[in-house]
């Protein structure tokens, strides 16, 4: 199965789909399915430009609009998360996932699909310490500082995502785990991304909470953006768990010799040096390792695109389905999602423990009883107007049918399309958005997007 890679979209749409059918043709070679590592910018109209937290010149509508109205279907079946510029009222209105045009798939804020096979999972938006502890208190449209609290990752996803017990194939997010480049090319990366130098010796490049997914989860893969550049690494979790970091990178950050780690090179590149077998109560269990991999933005001359070639785990024509594991999560969990500026407190581990198992069992009666399939349908429905429009689009939240049907589904409040009151809200109390956002790397101009 080959696997098309994609750092930041920032609407370029069109290109990133020329540039696949320019490499299938000079590769001989079918793209089954394409990840966008965030920034996708999935702008309707003029209207969702409001909910872009850009400066206004970068305001442009992009080529996702042709793919909403259906002037254009996208050729190869695409899954992407949420970045840090982004439609963010559209997203919104996806909270849990779905198509936001045919054959595009949003994960949601956070979630699990499968695709042939594989388990995908995926975090959306970035780190700010200011809001991560906060429940989600945006309402539309959006003032100065909840056009940016809007993409700034909840702990409340986080704590969804670290229920998990299945093993995951890939992870997506769009912001780098914390420590992530410890484990690559330094030399290479300082040389290319002279400003990171600081971060990099302070072990504050990335964000923590993608630190500890990545300890917990320990995915096999694991694909990012927003810094936008190309950067592989591959995490060692043994070397990772003890932060034992391979010998450069030791010598570039003054750190004296660390203990050896018996695990550090992958069982299949070793040769024993001995004649004698070993005894089976020798043996320990390989490593576990993460393939990680970001990418740059979509620009001439630029590593933006990778394509990955994973093993199949099935025989049939694939395409996305709902994980059980992760609706079992999403049921227990619903009733703490906060709308609020204060977040709900979540039972302790036992007690979640066992509401996700009993919401397995729940589920998987629905399932037995054909009630519940787990093939997500393609049900996309157009909510806002999209481009061109003769008149005014009215600046309001929308229904989302797809997130009706998903709370169906598994038998949960929506919470999140709640209906307009009237034709456009009145807007809330205005608050100065903050200067300084942590994780939001502005550099110049031209590395802004």
């Known amino acids: 199965m080959k696997i098309a890679v994609q750092g930041c979209c920032h609407g370029e749409l069109d290109n990133i789909y020329g540039s696949l059918k320019l490499i299938e043709q000079n ?21 969702d430009l409001n ?9 442009t509508l992009g080529s996702f609009w042709k793919y909403y109205s259906g002037k254009e279907v996208a050729p190869y079946l695409t899954l992407f998360i949420g970045g840090n510029h982004e439609a963010s009222n559209y997203l919104w209105e996806l909270y849990h996932g779905g ?98 130098r600081q971060e990099i010796m302070t072990n504050t490049l990335g964000c923590e909470h993608n630190e500890i997914l990545l300890s917990k989860l320990k995915p096999s893969y694991w694909f990012a953006a927003h810094l936008h550049v190309h950067f592989p690494a591959l995490v060692n979790h043994d070397m990772w768990d003890k932060k034992i970091y391979p010998p450069r990178t030791r010598e570039i950050l003054g750190i004296e010799d660390q203990p050896p780690n018996d695990n550090s090179v992958p069982a299949e590149t070793t040769e024993s040096t001995s004649d004698t077998p070993s005894k089976p109560s ?129 038998d949960i409040q929506n919470k999140i399309n709640t209906v307009p009151e009237s034709p456009k809200r009145a807007k809330i109390e205005h608050i100065e958005a903050e200067q300084a956002v942590q994780s939001e790397i502005i550099i110049d101009d031209d590395e802004f997007l």
């Open 27 to 47: 590769n001989g070679c079918k793209i089954d399915l394409l990840i966008i590592c965030g920034d996708f910018q999935a702008i309707r109209n003029e209207t």
């Open 51 to 59: 909910s872009l937290s850009v400066p206004d010149k970068f305001k």
């Open 99 to 196: 198509w936001i045009c045919d054959n595009i798939y949003y994960m949601g804020h956070s979630g699990v699909i499968n695709f042939g096979g594989l388990r995908i999972g995926g975090i959306s938006g970035i780190y700010k310490s200011g809001d991560y502890w906060r429940g989600y208190m945006e309402q539309y449209p959006y003032n100065p500082r909840t056009l940016k609290s809007a993409y700034h990752v909840r702990k409340y996803e986080v704590d969804k995502l670290m229920q998990i017990q299945q093993p995951l194939d890939i992870f997506l997010s769009h912001d780098w785990p914390r420590g992530i480049e410890r484990y690559g090319n330094l030399d290479l990366l300082m040389y290319q991304k002279k400003f990171f």
């Open 282 to 410: 020798e043996v320990s269990d390989p490593p576990k390792f993460t393939k990680f991999l970001s990418l740059d933005k979509c620009l001439p001359r630029r590593k933006f695109i990778q394509i990955i070639d994973i093993p199949e785990k099935t025989d049939e024509n694939p395409d996305f389905y709902y994980d059980m594991e992760w609706l079992s999560i999403t049921r227990a969990m619903h009733p703490y999602l906060s709308l609020s500026n204060n977040p709900q407190t979540l039972p302790d581990e036992s007690t979640l423990e066992k509401l996700i198992k009993n919401e397995r069992f729940y589920l998987e009666d629905k399932l037995k009883s054909g009630n519940l399939d787990l093939k997500i349908p393609h049900n996309f429905e157009r909510t806002a107007p999209p481009y061109p429009r003769p008149d005014t689009i009215p600046d309001i939240a929308y229904v989302n049918p797809q997130t009706t049907t998903f709370c169906d589904m598994i």
